[in-house]
């Protein structure tokens, strides 16, 4: 078992920026491929950055491509979400994953996640 715990969300004006953090406890944190995912209120989860097992590989979603970053740091056992140039649209619950898959390629369908934080809400008000 792993667990996720986001945290960093908040309320900001469009054009701020926000860090999420998710922290892993549970298992060798290094072990997993990990990713970033929102859900906006009456919209399906939908993918936004992830990052493979051995932090070399990322992917993200064309809405979010040059504003956002993904990165993990192994010692702290903790994946971040650097956002930048937030728009409303970004407006979302952002939720944490993590996935045992070994691969070359970030990971970014949900279904291949199994374990999820709780989520941590991101506001941006125009």
């Known amino acids: 078992q792993v667990q996720l715990v986001e945290s960093g969300g908040g309320s900001v004006q469009a054009g701020g920026s926000l860090r999420l953090s998710c922290a892993a406890s549970g298992r060798p944190f290094s072990n997993y491929a990990m990713g970033w995912f929102r859900q906006a209120p009456g919209k399906e989860r939908e993918f936004v950055a992830a990052?493979?097992?051995?932090?070399?590989?990322?992917s993200y979603a064309g809405s979010v491509k040059g504003r956002f970053t993904i990165s993990r740091d192994n010692a702290k056992n903790t994946v971040y979400l650097q956002m930048n140039s937030l728009k409303p649209e970004d407006t979302a619950v952002y939720y944490c994953a993590a996935t045992n898959v070994k691969q070359t390629n970030a990971i970014t369908s949900w279904g291949e996640y199994d374990y999820w934080g709780q989520g941590t809400q991101v506001t941006v008000s125009s």
């Open positions: 990052i493979n097992w051995r932090g070399v590989s990322t």
